[in-house]
């Protein structure tokens, strides 16, 4: 049978070599290895915990790798050092034994002799101060472990104290919240089986049908199973709130999958209106329909479409959940971080732009688009929503309701440490009746 370490160790490999999603690799894991809780515990620490921390890893190892060494020895050394500096409770001679058998078996006597080496330096020699790095953008990134490209824009935009919180936030686990379809239970009811499942719930105090479930992954729920609730964010969950759906509207959601707010918005339509739910690519609408399918929902369509080709027909309500660099989910996707580049938000505006000078025009006159996305990026925030106001005096802002003041805003930029939860950006335009 396959070690836990030995498992964490290739999913790393999978995402950090290979280029697969962190979360998803990890449920493919799962689902291949039925592991006891406990494992299941340690498997998600030490895959997430090397993932989000590997430059500050890197920093502390880097003294005592004194000669080359391949990519996957640093993949593995990096694991190691996470259990030695940030978990408590494994034995040293635990973590050198597993990381050099490893070693080993993958690389030779000789290279297990080198982790071995390495590992024991590290483990009784004092750590390097972080705090002796002089330059600001420096220190941070090696601190939290992000590009100093991000800390930059984050420096620039947030000022130090608040991106000290970003960055201290996106290093925590994130909370596992799921979503009650009402269209099938009710929050009460959800609560009381959750709770008989053996879960610790608790009812969130902005969003009713929101709640934060403690205890195993909720996956394993049968409630989530029988397609009674779906996992979503809470930052996320605003999206559609802030829909203001009117029974019989017609919704647009041009970039849906896998389908979160698309479902959510046809569980508050509840049959009494339409939504039809896009994606540029053919491969996730499946997924889409998977999920209409397990919650059982009516008046929602799926199907591709690219969102900056011409859609037909005219909408109430359209939603832009615009493909975006994805920064303010590092929480769920910490490997973001080290993969994305500048270029590529420079790109994602550009995309952005188009999507939303296309769908703009299937809006009908006094209808409501809201553009969102998971990043805490000005550029492809924003900057993208006055760019296109300016270019388009037939719209303007519908103030949305700030949900941590109660006052109405143009745009609404939530950051991971305001509710525990993802950073998401959430704006509302209208078109001018004429
Ligand atoms: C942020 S995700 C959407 C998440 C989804 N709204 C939800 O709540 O589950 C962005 C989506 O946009 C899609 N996408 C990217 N470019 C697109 C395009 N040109 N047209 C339509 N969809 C696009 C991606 O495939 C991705 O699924």
Known sequence: MTSVRELSFQTLEAVLKDGAYSNLKMNEVLQEHPLSA???GLYTALVYGTLKRKLTLDFYLKPFVKTKIKGWVR??????AYQFIYMDKIPTHAIINEAVNIAKKRGGKQTGNTVNAILRQLTTQPLRDIDAIKKKEERLSIRYSLPTWIVRHWLTHFG???TEAIAAQML???VQTVRVNRTKTTVDAAIQQLEQEGYLVTQD???AHCLVVEGQGVMQSKLFQQGMMSIQDKSSMFVAEMMDLQPGDHVLDCCSAPGGK???MAEILSGDGNVLATDIHDHKIGLIQHNIDKLGLTGIQARQQDATTPFDGQFDRILVDAPCSGLGVLRHKPEIRYTMMPETVEQLVQIQLQILENVA???KNGGELIYSTCTIEQMENENVIYTFLKAHPEFEFSMIRDPRTGTDVKTLQL???DFDADGFFITKIRRKDQ
């Open 38 to 40: 406990a494992d299941r």
């Open 205 to 207: 105090p902005d969003i």
């Open 415 to 417: 950051l991971p440490q």
């Open 160 to 162: 130090e104290a608040t």
């Open 262 to 264: 698309a479902c959510h």
């Open 361 to 363: 025009q299937n809006l």
């Open 172 to 174: 925590l686990p994130a």
């Open 75 to 80: 993949r593995l050394l990096w694991m190691s």
